[in-house]
Every structure is written in C-alpha cells, then in structure tokens.
C-alpha cells in the first residue's frame, strides 16, 4: 500500500519521470515474464517471487479475518515459466488465428483480430482487435489469461499442449483446510506437509466461472471467443464471467474512514490517482469499534464475527448488477436486513434450545402428531424452512448468492415473528404444542446454520 502511495505520488507530482519509469517498467516486467537473471543489479524473477508471496500471505491473513478459505494457489510466474503460454501462443500462431502488423500502434504487437476497425493498444481498450504479446515480447494479462483457462478446463493434458504441474502444500488456514500451491514439474518441492496430492484433483472442470468485476466484460468475451477459435467450443459454452459491480463507501462510512468527502458525493469509489482507497484490515478494524460501541456486552471474539458476518452479508445482499455503497451503520444493525440480525436469530434460536436442554426436556426425534391448530406464525415459519433446499438450488443455478441472502433473512424475519407471537415453549402445558414448537425451533436453527455457512458466516450460538 505504502509503495503504491508513493507511486501515485511521483505520478503526480513529477511527471517528467514519467517516461523514464515506463522504461524501466517495461525492462523489469519482461526480466520477471523471462525468468532473466541480470549481469547486475537486482534479481527481478527473485525479488518478484519473494514479494508476490508476502502480499499473498498477507492476503490469506486478511481474508481468514472474513471467514475467506481457499483450494489452490495459483501463480502467474508458473503458467509462464511451465511453458504453458509459450505453447499456448504457439498454437494460436501456428492455426493462423493471430496477426503481427507492421505498421500502426500495434506495430511488431501479436494480435488477435476480430474486424477492421482500429486496433487495440492499451489493455482495457474495446475494439476488433486484441493484443496478445507487446511488441517488447512480454504477453499481456489476456493472453496469460487464455493459457490458465486451458488449465482450468484440464486441456493442458492434450499432447499438443502437455504441460504438467506440482500441487505442494502452502499451509492450513484459519478453519483447518489446507491450503496448495501450484509448481511448474520442474520446480523442487517445497515443505511438504501430509500427503500429496493428485495432479487431476485440480484443473479438469466440466463449467469455470470467473468471478471478476464488470469491467473486465470485454476481456473475458475475447478469452472465452480465443477458446471457440482454438476448437474448444465445449470449453467455451461452459466458460461463464460472473460479473459484479464495484463495491463504494457511502458517504458516512468513508468520512469515518478519512477520505475527503468535501466534494458532497452520496458514495465514493476506490480511487488510487484520487488517494480515495481504505485498507480491509482498516475496514474490518472499525466495523469491530463500531460493533463494541454499539453493543459492549459483546466479548471481542463475538464483536469480530459479527462485524465479519455485516461485511459479507452486505456485500452479497445485493444483485450483481448494482453497485454496492458499502455503509458501517446500516450493515451493523441489529434489526432490518443485516448479517448481524441473522446472527441475532440464530442466536435466539440456540437459546432456546439451551433452556430447553437445561430443564431436562428431549427434543423428539420425530413429531408423531401435529397440535391441532397452528398459528399463522407458525406456518409460515414451517413453510419457509420447508423452502430452503429448493431456494439453495435456485440461488445455485442462477448463480445469485443475493438469493439465498434474501432468504436467509426472511427466515430470521419468520422466526423472530414466532417468537414474538406464540407464548414461550418453557410454559407451555400442552405436550403436543411443545413438542412440535420445541422441533420447530430445532428445524430454523438446523436450517439457519446451514444457511449461514453457505453464506460464508461463521454461525454464532450466543451473542
């Protein structure tokens, strides 16, 4: 973060060593793309690595704080240095899907051509024409890109590609799963821990979706149209960009988080040119405050899931297609639509249950009879669990976890409306009317918990 700051900085502030730095950056990043090792100076491939690692670790620590585990490590330096891109282009050039002009802003670029209208120089430019290598050598994100997807879909087994890799262990996470990380087959193991693992577990899907913001729409077209042009038009049928919009800060929260908002916005994008950025830990660090100011019985285990729990349900609460303007106080509530009220619930629920457990009472296996009168609370709440598996399924298909948010709050909106309108279970004198409220409660905190993990929420007993 620092080092970006002072890029920004000198972009700003001296622009006559503009040019120079954009030499410089072009020299780093082809001996980084090249594995180069310099006559003299600093070892670019080694320093790169040593650094990309550092951020990757911090990522992992600062992702844990939001419940974030992952399966595979994937390295951009692997897929170069495998020989996959390089095979990759070769295909392309040799099937004569790709053109190298003499003249114009491509000039001595790679590109891949989709019309006659003018060509695409910058990456995220959207015209006819796509370039794959720089005309420095040094391929750009799209065309690496292009060779990770062929690995995603287990293609790099063919013959014509055969390229291989290691998977060795990186370490476990947060929740005990461990975590693996891809080598080129030349690469020497690193630490192993436990046993390892079949190249075949990773790579060869049957669908690979990218999940990746709106912006990159048009690189992710021309990818999944590389692959239809190389002959794998299965692959690219099954290849889906699952697009969202840009997460922003309200106006309130970015204050809080002292960015200028003197320009009167209602919500404030990450801007690095604009010095508009926050930190995640920074994010999650105030939610945290925030939760302990306005709850302080809260113990700060408690307070820290929660704050986890309001940011991800905030962030997922929402259609893809809408920007999402992040604000600290609403998604903090208690009450209303807010990971901290399906907490809350859920909470409830389990109490409940303890009291039960407490005065000696068994939960039944099985209701053999229903009472013979529900209230509508009741039913409603019966109904909505009934529910869950077919609105998993649904929010599976469409690919809009916002659908399983919406209906994990209508389930806590249920349950907190059966509490507040049916007399409590403890005093109930009707064995068959407590017996099925007693299974009932069981039921939203059996479906409540599984909801909430698939959501990605650690679920809270007690609050």
């Not at 692959?227 to 794998?232: I, S």
């Not at 692959?235 to 106006?251: G, K």
Request: charged share 25%.
């Amino acid at each position: 973060g620092k080092a970006f700051d002072e890029a920004e900085q000198v972009k700003e502030s001296q622009p006559e060593k503009l040019d120079r730095l954009k030499e410089m950056r072009k020299a780093v990043l082809h001996a980084i793309e090249h594995g180069s090792e310099p006559e003299a100076g600093p070892d670019y491939p080694l320093l790169a690595s040593d650094i990309s690692r550092q951020i990757v670790q911090a990522h992992l620590t600062t992702m844990s704080r939001l419940n974030v585990s992952y399966d595979l490590l994937t390295w951009e330096s692997t897929v170069l240095r495998s020989g996959l891109w390089k095979r990759t282009f070769a295909m392309l050039r040799d099937r004569g899907l790709l053109e190298k002009p003499e003249t114009g802003k491509a000039a001595g670029c790679w590109i891949l051509p989709f019309g006659n209208e003018e060509e695409q120089v910058e990456e995220g430019d959207h015209s006819s024409d796509k370039i794959l290598v720089r005309s420095d050598g040094t391929a750009t994100y799209t065309a690496k890109d292009i060779a990770y997807q062929l690995w995603k879909f287990g293609l790099t087994d063919d013959p014509q590609i055969g390229v291989q890799f290691n998977f060795t262990p990186w370490g476990r996470q947060h929740d005990g799963r461990l975590l693996w990380s891809m080598q080129t087959s030349e690469q020497e193991n690193e630490s192993r821990i436990g046993e390892e693992v079949d190249p075949r577990r990773f790579g060869h899907a049957k669908r690979v979706i990218n999940v990746i913001d709106v912006r990159q729409s048009y690189l992710q077209q021309v990818l999944y149209e590389s692959l239809r042009r190389l002959g794998f038009t299965d692959q690219a049928d099954n290849s889906t960009h699952l697009a969202y919009e840009v997460v922003t800060l309200s106006a309130a929260t970015a204050e809080r988080m002292g960015i200028d908002t003197s320009a009167g916005h209602d919500f404030y994008a990450m801007s690095g040119r604009k010095g508009i950025e926050i930190k995640a830990d920074d994010l999650i660090n105030a939610s945290i405050k925030r939760m302990l100011e306005t709850k302080p019985e809260l113990s700060a285990e408690t307070a820290a899931v929660a704050a986890a729990s309001a940011i991800r349900y905030f962030m997922i609460r929402y259609n893809l297609q809408q920007v999402i303007a992040l604000d600290m106080d609403e998604a903090l509530r208690s009450n209303g639509d807010t990971g901290v009220y399906l907490q809350y619930a859920y909470a409830r629920a389990n109490s409940i249950l303890r009291k039960l457990d407490k005065t000696g009472y068994k939960l039944p296996e099985k209701l053999e009879l229903l009472p013979e009168q529900l209230e509508q609370s009741e039913w409603e709440l019966l109904r909505h669990i009934d529910a869950y598996p077919r609105n998993l399924a649904e929010a599976s298909a469409k690919l809009a976890p916002n659908m399983l948010a919406t209906y994990a709050y209508d389930l806590a909106s249920h349950f907190s409306d059966f509490y507040e309108h049916t007399p409590p279970i403890l005093k109930e004198t009707d064995e068959r009317v407590k017996a099925f409220r007693a299974w009932l409660v069981s039921a939203t905190v059996q479906t409540m918990g599984n909801a909430l993990r698939v959501l990605g929420f650690v679920p809270l007993e007690s609050m």
